[in-house]
């Protein structure tokens, strides 16, 4: 038997080569595929399959809806280890397919489970319909309804017109834009607004990050500090070593000087002093660590944060409100809005869709296009 990110690549170029035709005869099973990989709410069902349809051709002898060690069973295996994230997100990775970075087994609906995914069973996870569908399809394969290789690499099709049709969705978007350098018609403060909109927008949580960075990419080369790479979405500070999301150095050097942490609830006490510690163990000295929060900020924990000073021997520690720094930062650089508007739009539609899903993508560029319509009114 081929290995298994073998056995994936050719799966991929099967389904890219026959996109227009379906490799599922049967219309229901066609339909069920079809709705868990386009599930935009949710993304582990698409992982799911991927991960135990390469275990079933790959060990035929094991049972697709087995794939938890926990099971016990001879027959069962270890979905998340051998195969989800061993090879079937580095194979997403390589070819941008819409799936999450996370593995399917540490979502909630498939975290805790011990017994085979066969109905019927219920998953007590959003959208219901995804679960159920996901195990009906893995039954469908033990059934002999349906062939692990069909499953693949209808999977994979499926995965494949989706990410094209995004793409010209994007594209048709950024098409109907009109704003060139050449003429900004947006102002400082329409520019507050519509990044103000975006951040009101479901699952936005990633939003604060991109708003910081687009702001010292903007003005970069007249601040004299520069902004380092940006970490994953989900990666945690102990794995990349870093001391908040957002980090500036001065340019030409690899010092950080300061550091942004963002949150999408109200700062506390206990954030701060975990930010001090994370301070004190680190191997160079920082001038300021800064919060930035999209809700209320608390007068006594702003307190608590300056008080802070002397105490570390000179590090500012602050809070800010994520659209009071953006507007300070717009009309500070006002002839640089455009700059910011570009590196904020790059940005969001350059992070993976699970960081910022498609939909919000979408939403950044159409409420740029309204915005930039009643502004030329």
Known sequence: MAAPDTILENAFRRARNQLENPQVENTEILERIEYVARCLSNRAGVRMLITCALAKIHRPEVDIRKPYTEIGSKDSFSGRNDYDEAYVWPFCQKHNLPVNATTAFLTPGFRTINVPLAPPLVISGRPKRMYAETIQLLDDVYQGRISAEELLVE???????????????????????????DSVSLSSEDIVHL????????????????????????????????????????????????????????????????????????????????????????????????????????????????????????????????????????HLFHRHRFEFLEAYQELVLQEPDSAVSQPLKEVFLSLRRAAELDNSI
């Open 195 to 330: 990044v103000e909109q975006h951040l009101n927008s479901p699952k936005s949580s990633r939003l604060p990050v991109l708003v910081v960075a687009a702001a010292y990419r903007a003005v970069s080369d007249r601040l004299g500090e520069t902004i380092q790479p940006l970490y994953a979405h989900n990666a945690a500070d102990l794995q990349t070593g870093s001391l908040g999301y957002v980090e500036i150095t001065l340019v030409n050097e690899n010092h950080v000087v300061t550091s942004y942490e963002m949150k999408a609830k109200e700062v506390t006490v206990e954030d701060i002093d975990l930010a001090v510690r994370k301070v004190a163990s680190a191997k160079n000295r920082i001038d300021n660590y800064i919060f930035i929060t999209t809700k209320a900020i608390d007068k006594d924990v702003l307190e608590y944060a300056r008080s802070l000073y002397q105490e570390t021997g000179g590090i500012e520690f602050a809070i800010l409100d994520c659209i009071g720094f953006l507007r300070h930062f717009l």
């Open 155 to 181: 999977t994979l099709r499926q995965l494949i017109l989706l990410q094209r049709q995004q793409e010209d969705r994007l594209q048709q978007l950024l098409n109907e834009l009109k704003t060139s350098k």
